[in-house]
């Protein structure tokens, strides 16, 4: 599904110059699900985001199902990211002035007919355990609602990759599970690919499988569940 080789990414150039991503190679199998756990700043997020495409690489290569992601031109990676990428965020990321429903519906107004994407969403909402609270704005939900209006909106296009950076980093505990074995669940009905970062070692050891992040690099692998 991912094939990340040698891949470099620094910030800034000459003296400003901060290396960030120190020639990460990495494969994803279609249907794993693996966790990334590192300390803050190590790189985490700017790695999940030039997989997703939303951030150039400074060398090296990353292909998604085959095609080289690092050659691709914007409206090339914005195609894919709809047809094959869910991206699930620590701040939700919902639009505060759409309702639940609305935003769930976001992805997919310039693809679909209205009636066909309200249908959609309302089905992705309904699975994840909102629906009497699709009409409901994003500050009227709590945070664990509002982190699952944002896995429908990821889910609502069936994507085969998810990829969710400190999704429970603003809930707490309780909220933190659900959302977790909401992935899980997803993970099993759908068989889609999650790429998760976490600070969280519990969360981490759910996976399929845990990187080890430290400073741009990969330092380790953890193998927990031969699939
Ligand atoms: N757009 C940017 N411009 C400059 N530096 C950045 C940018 N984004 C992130 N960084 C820096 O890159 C490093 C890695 O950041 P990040 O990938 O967000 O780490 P993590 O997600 O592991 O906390 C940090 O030192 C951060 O300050
Ligand atoms: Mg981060």
Known sequence: MIRIEKVCKAYGNGEEKLEVLKDISLTVDAGEFITIIGPSGSGKSTLLHTVGGLEEISSGQIFLDNEPIHQLKDSQLAKIRLKKIGFIFQQFQLL?????????MMPMLN??????????????LTRVGLSHRMNHLPSKLSGGEQQRVAIARALVTNPKLILADEPTGNLDSTNGENIISLLERIHQEDGVTIVLITHDKEIAYRADRVIHFLDGKIVGEEVLKVR
Do not use: Q, Y
């Open 96 to 104: 505060s002035s759409a309702t639940a429903l609305e935003n769930v």
């Open 111 to 124: 693809f679909f007919g209205k009636k066909d994407t309200r249908k959609k969403a309302e089905k992705a």
